[in-house]
């Protein structure tokens, strides 16, 4: 189920696209970023802000940034608003995110 949400998240964000690469993209944030941004900001509960601040705190600027935008357009809908189940999957995602290297400049 673990492994489910968060292939399910890279494809809400466009990292599951066939489109090509940009020349310009030169590590995984800018990969991050060059597919994230054609995909909508979903609507989020007021509290979800506040989810966000906490999980990215003490996070550099430019790292907390990209989790904040990432997580912005994952849809957590079929989660039916459960906020510990929202958090968990934000968390695991956040690590996964981490483990694959995308807040790495290289």
Do not use: W
Not at 9 to 15: C, E, K, S, V, Y
Not at 22 to 32: C, I
Not at 50 to 69: A, F, Y
Request: aromatic content about 10%.
């Amino acid at each position: 189920m673990i492994f489910c949400q968060i292939i399910s998240a890279f494809h809400d964000l466009g990292f599951t696209t066939d489109d090509p690469v940009p020349a310009e993209v030169k590590n995984l944030r800018q990969l991050a970023i060059s597919r994230f941004t054609k995909v909508p900001k979903r609507q989020q509960d007021p509290s979800y802000a506040e989810m966000v601040k906490r999980l990215t705190e003490g996070v550099p600027k430019d790292s907390s940034m990209l989790i904040e935008e990432l997580l912005s357009r994952v849809d957590f809908g079929y989660m039916n608003g459960d906020k510990a189940k929202i958090e968990e999957s934000c968390r695991r995602i956040i690590k996964s995110l981490l483990f694959l290297g995308f807040f790495d400049d290289s």
